[in-house]
């Protein structure tokens, strides 16, 4: 006898008859997965679609969505974002995707010119490629209107010029102590980031 993976009764209860309930489908993992792909506007990770199937009381494992995955790949239903390690429903040919490294935000194209170029390419040169894939990482144009959250480099950069000051009796020590204080929100806000 098989072990009770639920570890419900076995006195006829609703938990033990939910444990004598047949193993879900493969199917049924699978439209579950491209379901929560389609439900979401942006591509999901294996871990976050197994986070949104327990929230709509759905349990699937990790590797069950992984599984799910492979399956709907290879069927052209889903398509992965490389840069992310991310999934979303595939329309129709292999599209390139803009990557932003700041929003996460991806935004497909298709390039039937460069796809033709990179086959012709591994014709030439005799390369096999299991997969042609074209993604960029990068900022978007909404990212790119938003001053840039980031001048860690130039507060490290300060700091060293503060500490050289010093060092050469340039800039008297609670000066310099003082443009340290001001860098130092900034930093730890960067740290955080
Ligand atoms: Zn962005």
Redesign the pocket.
């Known amino acids: 006898m098989p072990p009770d993976r639920t570890g419900a009764d076995s006195d006829g209860s609703a938990s033990a008859q939910r444990s004598r309930r047949p193993y879900r489908a493969a199917a049924e993992f699978d439209a579950l997965v491209i379901g929560l792909l389609r439900q979401s506007n942006a591509p999901l990770t294996a871990y976050e679609i197994a986070r949104r199937a327990r929230a709509h009381q759905c349990r699937i494992s990790p590797t069950q969505v992984y599984r799910a995955l492979h399956r709907l790949m290879a069927e052209n239903a889903v398509e992965r974002v490389e840069l992310l390690a991310a999934y979303l429903p595939r329309h129709g040919e292999p599209r390139g995707f803009l990557v932003?490294r700041?929003?996460?935000?991806v935004m497909p194209f298709t390039l039937p010119a460069l796809q033709a170029a990179a086959r012709g390419l591994c014709r030439t040169t005799g390369f096999r490629p299991a997969r042609i894939l074209f993604e960029s990482w990068g900022?978007?144009r909404?990212?790119a209107q938003v001053p840039p959250p980031s001048i860690g480099g130039k507060a490290l950069m300060l700091l060293i010029a503060a500490g050289a000051a010093i060092a050469d009796g340039a800039l008297p020590q609670s000066e310099a102590a003082a443009c340290i204080f001001a860098i130092r929100p900034l930093s730890i806000s960067l740290a955080r980031r």
């Open positions: 932003c700041r929003c996460r935000s900022i978007c909404d990212c």
